[in-house]
Each structure stands twice: as C-alpha cells, then as structure tokens.
C-alpha cells in the first residue's frame, strides 16, 4: 500500500493542491505563524532532510513522450515517516490548511524508489483522483 498527502493549499503560483513540504514552508514563513509552530516544522523538515533521500527522478525521460511529473508516495511500511507528517498535518490543520490521505495498491509507473517512497507517474485513469 502506498500513502499520499494532499494539501488544499494555493501556493504563491496559483496551483492548487499543493505538497506537503511547500505548505510547511509557506506556514513556516508566514508572519501569523505561532514561533512554536515554526519551531517544530522545522524540527520536523530538519529530520526529513536528514532521513528522506530526495528522488533523483520525476520523468520518465526515456521514453518517447515523457510524462511531465511523478508523483511521491509513502510506502506503508515507512511508519516514523508517516508519524512525522500527520504531526505536520496537525500544524497545517491549525492554520486552515487540510491535508487529505490518499492511499493505493498501485500508484502508477515507478520511476523512482528507495527504502521508505516511490515516485511514480500516475495512471490516466487515477490522475484526477490524487492530484
């Protein structure tokens, strides 16, 4: 099983539905954030950075036509990973931010993968369902 986490949040672009980590950062900056707040997302990025290895691919650059963007998922077995996110989604919560939990059986193509995540490039049939 593979677990995804969905902001409702609206960055500085105009996107919606946002990551995770780009609304952490957004409330971390925000001028309205309570110190302890801030304090412990960046306790809780610190620790991502310290025991998430970044993808090093989001396309399937290969191919003919490249798909445009993967998606990252949790691996179900990646349990202090997940534990440290539903803490950031508390903070989130707070501040008007929600943050929905997606899980499948199969998100897409694989084109990245490592102990705890997989970044795979979602089915046409599924991309309206997680993004």
């Given at each position: 099983?593979y677990?995804?986490?969905?902001?409702?949040f609206?960055?500085e672009?105009g996107?919606?539905?946002?990551?995770l980590?780009?609304a952490l950062r957004?409330?971390?900056e925000?001028?309205s954030?309570?110190d302890?707040?801030?304090?412990?997302?960046k306790?809780?990025?610190?620790?991502?950075n310290?025991?998430?290895?970044?993808p090093d691919?989001?396309?399937?650059?290969?191919?003919?036509?490249p798909?445009?963007?993967?998606?990252s998922?949790f691996?179900?077995?990646?349990?202090?990973?997940?534990?440290k996110v539903?803490?950031?989604?508390?903070?989130l919560?707070?501040?008007?931010?929600?943050?929905?939990?997606?899980?499948?059986?199969n998100p897409?193509y694989i084109?990245?993968?490592?102990?705890?995540?997989?970044?795979?490039?979602?089915?046409?049939?599924?991309?309206?369902?997680?993004?």
């Amino acid at each position: 099983m593979y677990i995804r986490f969905i902001t409702q949040f609206i960055n500085e672009y105009g996107e919606s539905h946002t990551g995770l980590f780009s609304a952490l950062r957004f409330i971390r900056e925000a001028s309205s954030t309570q110190d302890e707040d801030v304090i412990k997302l960046k306790h809780i990025k610190d620790w991502f950075n310290e025991n998430l290895e970044a993808p090093d691919r989001f396309s399937n650059a290969n191919n003919k036509n490249p798909a445009s963007i993967s998606l990252s998922w949790f691996k179900d077995t990646a349990k202090e990973h997940i534990k440290k996110v539903y803490e950031i989604r508390e903070v989130l919560n707070r501040y008007g931010i929600i943050v929905e939990v997606v899980t499948t059986k199969n998100p897409g193509y694989i084109v990245f993968t490592d102990d705890y995540q997989v970044s795979a490039i979602p089915f046409k049939t599924d991309r309206k369902k997680i993004l």
